[in-house]
C-alpha cells in the first residue's frame, strides 16, 4: 500500500490486521500484475514517424520546439506608449509561456516513447500498489495502461486468444465505442454501424496517414486505429473465429459512483438512470439531468426570470456532464459553480455578461435534480458526510474496513509548521500529514464520502479480477474500466455483475455503521457530549428503498 501522508497510521493499522484478512487484496493485486505486457509495433511506428517530422498535438503528439510561436521582433519606437510596451511584454510573455509548455510536453513523450521503443519486442509485466483507499494504480508511472489514449495505443496484452464465436463482433464494438459516435445506440446499432464503416475501417488499417482517415475523427484516435488494425487483421484472416487477438477489449461503468449510491440505498429511480435495470438502450444520467435542468429553467423563466430566459438553448449533456460526474465524489457547490462557467465560457455565442449569474443558477438547479433523481444517493452522502464531522470533532480520523478487509483510514490533518530560523533567513516547514496534529475537520467530512465510494469500487474490481482469474481470463482495470481478451467480453461481464450484486448484497451501511460506533463510540468516552451525538448520527442509518439487485445481472448496459 502507498501512501505519502499518514504513512505511520496505515502501517500500524496493517501491522495489527490479521494476515488472512488480506489476502483476497492481495491476490488481487499480485494477479493484476501478473498480466503480461507487450508494445503494439505497427502503432508505434506511425507515432515515432510524426514525432520525428513536425508532430502532431490534435493527435497527442507533441510538436517540437521549433514550431513554437515566435515572440515580436520588431523594436518599438523610442516613443512608444506604455499602453504599447505593456501588449508586448504580454505577447513576449505568452509565446515564452508556450514555448516552455511545448518543450515539457515534447520532452515527456519523447520519454515515454523511448521505454516503448526499449521495450518493443519483449514481454514485460506492470506490478501493481495501492492507495489508502484501497484503489490500484501500475507502480511504473511512465508507461502503462492508466495513461493517455496514446500511451493506451501502444499496449496489448502479450499471451493472446483465438476470437471464438462472438470476438469479432465485440472487437468491432469497441471500436465504435472509442469513435464516441453511437453513445446512446443499442450494442446492435453499434455493430451494424461498425460493418457500415468497413470500408473505412480497413482504409484506415492500410493506409492511416494517406487514406481517408477515418480514424483520427474519433474521441479516442489512437486506440480506434489499433483496433481498425485488428479488426483487419481478423477479417482477412481465413477463418477470423480462430485469429489470436492480443487486443484488450474495455467494459466501462455507467457513472459508476452513482451507480454504488443506487445500489446502496436501493434506489430504484437512480438505478434506472445509471444503468442498474435492464433495457432496450443504454441511460444516460448526464442527458437526464440536463432535461430536468431544463424543466425548472422553463417554470422559472415563464415566471420571468431574467438568467433563466438568457439560458434557453444553452443547457446541454456538456455543460452538466463535469459536475454531475463530480458531485458523487463531493464536490461542493462553489466548484460545480467552477466547472459550469468554465463550460458556459466555452459557448461563443453565450452572453459572458451572464456567466456569473448563469453559473450560480445552474449549479443550483444541477444540484436540485440530482437530489429529485437520487434522493437516496444524498441521503447517504449526507450520513457520510456528518458522521465524518462528528468523528473528526472528538479528535480522531475516520476509519473503516472495506468489504475485502483492507483497513482504511484519512490521512487528512492539521498543518503542522515549524520555523527554523538561520544567520541569512528564515525557513518554514509545513505538513500536512503530521499525526500529533488534531485532525482538518472539514477534509475529513468533505473526503469521507468519496472515499468511501472509492473503497466500494476498489472491493467490486477485485472481486471481479479474482473471480476472472479463477475462470481462466486475462483482466486488468483502470479503476471503474475493466479490460479482456475480446473472446472473454461475455464471460467477464457476468462476472462483473454477479460481484456487484455480491458486495451490495451485504449490509454494508449497517457493517459501517457497527464498526464506527465500536471504533468511536464506545469504552470510557461514551459518556462525552460528542461521542453522544455523534453515537446518535451513526444509528440512524439511511432507509433504502425497493430496488431489486438482481436485476443488474440481466442489465446489457450496466458495464458496456
Known amino acids: 500500500m502507498r501512501s505519502v501522508e499518514g504513512t505511520m497510521q496505515h502501517q500500524r493499522l496493517l501491522e495489527s490486521c490479521p494476515p488472512t484478512n488480506l489476502h483476497g487484496a492481495l491476490d488481487a493485486l499480485t494477479q493484476l500484475g501478473n498480466c503480461a505486457w507487450r508494445v503494439n509495433g505497427r502503432v508505434l511506428d506511425l507515432v515515432l514517424t510524426l514525432f520525428n517530422e513536425k508532430g502532431c498535438p490534435r493527435l497527442g503528439v507533441p510538436a517540437p520546439a521549433s514550431e513554437a510561436p515566435r515572440p515580436p521582433e520588431n523594436r518599438l519606437p523610442a516613443g512608444a506608449s506604455?499602453?504599447?510596451?505593456?501588449?508586448?511584454?504580454?505577447?513576449?510573455?505568452?509565446?515564452?509561456?508556450?514555448?516552455?509548455?511545448?518543450h515539457s510536453l515534447r520532452t515527456d513523450a519523447l520519454y515515454r516513447l523511448s521505454l516503448a521503443q526499449?521495450?518493443?519486442?519483449?514481454?514485460?509485466w506492470l506490478p501493481h500498489n495501492m492507495d489508502f483507499r484501497g484503489r490500484t494504480y501500475p507502480c511504473p508511472p511512465h508507461f502503462n495502461h492508466l495513461g493517455s489514449d496514446l500511451a493506451r495505443a501502444l499496449l496489448e496484452f502479450a499471451h493472446g486468444r483465438?476470437?471464438?464465436?462472438?470476438?469479432?463482433?465485440?472487437?468491432?464494438?469497441?471500436?465504435?465505442?472509442?469513435?464516441?459516435?453511437?453513445?446512446?445506440?443499442?450494442?446492435?446499432?453499434?455493430?451494424a454501424f461498425?460493418?457500415?464503416?468497413?470500408?473505412?475501417?480497413?482504409?484506415?488499417?492500410?493506409?492511416?496517414?494517406?487514406?481517408?482517415?477515418?480514424?483520427?475523427?474519433?474521441d479516442e484516435p489512437w486506440q480506434a486505429l489499433a483496433c481498425c488494425m485488428e479488426i483487419a487483421q481478423a477479417v482477412r484472416a481465413p477463418d477470423p473465429t480462430a485469429y489470436v487477438s492480443h487486443f484488450p477489449v474495455h467494459q466501462d461503468g455507467s457513472c459508476n459512483g452513482l451507480q454504488h449510491y443506487a445500489a446502496l440505498g436501493r434506489d430504484s429511480v437512480g438505478a434506472a438512470s445509471v444503468n442498474l435495470t435492464p433495457s432496450d438502450l443504454p441511460q444516460d444520467v448526464y442527458s437526464s439531468v440536463a432535461a430536468q435542468v431544463e424543466v425548472f429553467r422553463r417554470q422559472d423563466a415563464e415566471q420571468g426570470v431574467q438568467v433563466a430566459q438568457v439560458l434557453e438553448g444553452f443547457i446541454s449533456r456538456k455543460v452538466v456532464k463535469q459536475t454531475v460526474m463530480t458531485v458523487v465524489y463531493g464536490v461542493t457547490r462553489y466548484g460545480g459553480r467552477l466547472q459550469i462557467e468554465k463550460r458556459l465560457r466555452e459557448i461563443?455565442?453565450?452572453?459572458?455578461?451572464?456567466?456569473?449569474?448563469?453559473?450560480?443558477?445552474?449549479?443550483?438547479?444541477?444540484?436540485?435534480?440530482?437530489?429529485?433523481m437520487f434522493s437516496g444517493t444524498r441521503a447517504i452522502q449526507h450520513w457520510l458526510a456528518e458522521s465524518a464531522r462528528l468523528i473528526a470533532h472528538t479528535g480522531l480520523a475516520v476509519e473503516w474496513v472495506t468489504p475485502l478487509g483492507i483497513p482504511i483510514i484519512q490521512p487528512y490533518h492539521r498543518d503542522s509548521k515549524v520555523l527554523i530560523n538561520g544567520g541569512i533567513q528564515s525557513l518554514t516547514f509545513s505538513s500536512t500529514g503530521d499525526t500529533s496534529q488534531k485532525p482538518n475537520i472539514l477534509k475529513q467530512k468533505n473526503g469521507f464520502p468519496p472515499n468511501f465510494i472509492h473503497s466500494l469500487d476498489s472491493s467490486h474490481m477485485m472481486l471481479t479480477a479474482l473471480h476472472c482469474y479463477r475462470k481462466g481470463l486475462t483482466f486488468v482495470s483502470v479503476h471503474d474500466c475493466f479490460w479482456t481478451h475480446a473472446a472473454d467480453v461475455t464471460i467477464m461481464n457476468q462476472v462483473c455483475r454477479e460481484q456487484f450484486v455480491c458486495l451490495h448484497s451485504q449490509p454494508i451501511l449497517h457493517d459501517l455503521s457497527r464498526f464506527l460506533v465500536e471504533r468511536f463510540c464506545s469504552g470510557p468516552r461514551s459518556t462525552n457530549v460528542r461521542v453522544a451525538r455523534l453515537l446518535d448520527m451513526l444509528l440512524s442509518v439511511p432507509k433504502t428503498g425497493t430496488f431489486n439487485l438482481e436485476q443488474v445481472k440481466h442489465s446489457t448496459y450496466f458495464f458496456s
Open 348 to 372: 461563443s455565442n453565450f452572453p459572458q455578461e451572464f456567466v456569473w449569474q448563469a453559473s450560480h443558477y445552474l449549479v443550483r438547479q444541477v444540484f436540485n435534480s440530482l437530489q429529485e
Open 194 to 218: 461498425a460493418d457500415e464503416m468497413m470500408e473505412k475501417i480497413l482504409d484506415s488499417a492500410d493506409q492511416p496517414m494517406m487514406g481517408q482517415k477515418w480514424w483520427m475523427e474519433a
Open 162 to 191: 483465438p476470437l471464438g464465436p462472438h470476438g469479432l463482433d465485440w472487437l468491432k464494438i469497441h471500436l465504435v465505442n472509442l469513435t464516441g459516435l453511437k453513445k446512446h445506440e443499442s450494442l446492435q446499432a453499434r455493430l
Open 118 to 124: 526499449h521495450l518493443r519486442h519483449r514481454v514485460f
Open 82 to 102: 506604455p499602453e504599447r510596451k505593456a501588449e508586448l511584454r504580454r505577447q513576449l510573455a505568452r509565446c515564452l509561456k508556450v514555448a516552455r509548455e511545448m
